[in-house]
Protein backbone atom coordinates (compact mmCIF):
# COMPACT_ATOMS: atom_id res chain seq x y z
CA UNK A 1 0.00 0.00 0.00
CA UNK A 2 1.18 3.27 -0.66
CA UNK A 3 -0.13 6.41 1.04
CA UNK A 4 0.24 9.89 0.57
CA UNK A 5 3.78 10.71 2.30
CA UNK A 6 5.39 8.16 -0.35
CA UNK A 7 3.98 10.59 -2.99
CA UNK A 8 5.74 13.74 -1.41
CA UNK A 9 8.44 12.12 -0.36
CA UNK A 10 9.00 10.76 -4.36
CA UNK A 11 9.06 14.34 -5.06
CA UNK A 12 12.53 15.17 -3.55
CA UNK A 13 13.82 11.26 -5.18
CA UNK A 14 11.82 9.42 -7.69
CA UNK A 15 14.00 5.98 -6.49
CA UNK A 16 11.79 3.67 -4.94
CA UNK A 17 14.22 2.44 -2.39
CA UNK A 18 15.35 5.87 -1.24
CA UNK A 19 11.03 6.95 -0.57
CA UNK A 20 10.69 2.86 1.26
CA UNK A 21 13.89 3.77 3.15
CA UNK A 22 13.16 6.87 4.72
CA UNK A 23 9.22 6.37 4.97
CA UNK A 24 10.54 3.29 7.10
CA UNK A 25 12.82 4.94 9.33
CA UNK A 26 10.04 6.99 9.56
CA UNK A 27 8.01 4.50 10.96
CA UNK A 28 10.50 3.04 13.33
CA UNK A 29 11.47 6.25 14.89
CA UNK A 30 7.66 6.26 15.69
CA UNK A 31 7.73 2.73 17.45
CA UNK A 32 6.45 0.89 14.00
CA UNK A 33 8.11 -2.57 13.24
CA UNK A 34 10.85 -3.51 11.09
CA UNK A 35 10.00 -4.63 7.36
CA UNK A 36 8.16 -8.02 7.17
CA UNK A 37 9.43 -9.13 4.16
CA UNK A 38 12.72 -9.67 2.09
CA UNK A 39 13.86 -7.49 -0.62
CA UNK A 40 12.93 -8.09 -4.03
CA UNK A 41 16.69 -9.01 -5.42
CA UNK A 42 15.33 -10.80 -8.17
CA UNK A 43 14.10 -7.73 -9.89
CA UNK A 44 16.25 -4.81 -11.27
CA UNK A 45 16.30 -1.48 -12.21
CA UNK A 46 15.74 -0.42 -15.67
CA UNK A 47 18.59 0.88 -17.92
CA UNK A 48 18.18 4.15 -19.24
CA UNK A 49 17.85 2.93 -23.15
CA UNK A 50 15.06 0.32 -21.54
CA UNK A 51 13.26 3.21 -19.65
CA UNK A 52 13.18 5.47 -23.03
CA UNK A 53 11.99 1.96 -25.06
CA UNK A 54 9.13 1.41 -22.00
CA UNK A 55 7.85 5.04 -22.48
CA UNK A 56 7.98 4.63 -26.10
CA UNK A 57 6.38 1.25 -26.56
CA UNK A 58 3.69 2.28 -23.53
CA UNK A 59 2.58 5.75 -25.88
CA UNK A 60 2.46 3.78 -29.07
CA UNK A 61 0.20 1.32 -27.43
CA UNK A 62 -2.16 4.26 -26.55
CA UNK A 63 -0.81 4.17 -22.98
CA UNK A 64 0.43 7.86 -23.42
CA UNK A 65 3.24 8.40 -20.38
CA UNK A 66 2.92 12.36 -22.05
CA UNK A 67 6.79 12.77 -21.56
CA UNK A 68 9.74 10.47 -23.23
CA UNK A 69 12.33 11.21 -20.94
CA UNK A 70 13.30 8.03 -19.10
CA UNK A 71 11.76 9.37 -15.62
CA UNK A 72 9.67 6.41 -14.10
CA UNK A 73 7.32 9.38 -12.14
CA UNK A 74 3.67 9.45 -11.92
CA UNK A 75 2.92 10.05 -15.71
CA UNK A 76 4.65 6.66 -16.67
CA UNK A 77 4.04 4.67 -13.56
CA UNK A 78 0.02 5.17 -14.40
CA UNK A 79 0.76 4.21 -18.27
CA UNK A 80 2.18 0.90 -16.77
CA UNK A 81 -1.06 0.55 -14.40
CA UNK A 82 -3.44 0.87 -17.53
CA UNK A 83 -1.50 -1.34 -19.52
CA UNK A 84 -0.93 -3.72 -16.76
CA UNK A 85 -4.96 -3.54 -15.87
CA UNK A 86 -5.92 -3.88 -19.93
CA UNK A 87 -3.49 -6.80 -19.89
CA UNK A 88 -5.47 -8.95 -16.76
CA UNK A 89 -2.05 -8.26 -14.70
CA UNK A 90 -1.78 -6.74 -11.02
CA UNK A 91 -2.35 -3.25 -11.50
CA UNK A 92 1.03 -2.09 -9.28
CA UNK A 93 2.23 0.25 -11.78
CA UNK A 94 5.90 -1.27 -11.41
CA UNK A 95 8.38 -0.33 -14.69
CA UNK A 96 9.77 -3.66 -14.90
CA UNK A 97 11.66 -5.95 -17.24
CA UNK A 98 8.67 -8.25 -17.66
CA UNK A 99 6.26 -4.90 -18.64
CA UNK A 100 8.98 -4.02 -21.34
CA UNK A 101 9.20 -7.45 -22.56
CA UNK A 102 5.10 -7.18 -23.12
CA UNK A 103 5.21 -4.42 -24.22
CA UNK A 104 7.51 -5.83 -26.98
CA UNK A 105 5.68 -8.61 -27.97
CA UNK A 106 2.38 -6.46 -28.13
Known sequence: MIFANFAVLE???TADAYVIGVGHLSDRINGGNGIQHS???HLRALSKPERIELQKRLTAAGFDT???DAK???LTI???R???KAKGLVPDGFPSLS???R????
Open 103 to 106: LRAF
Open 39 to 41: WPR
Open 72 to 74: MGP
Open 66 to 68: VKI
Open 82 to 84: NFQ
Open 11 to 13: KYN
Open 78 to 80: NAV
Open 99 to 101: VLD
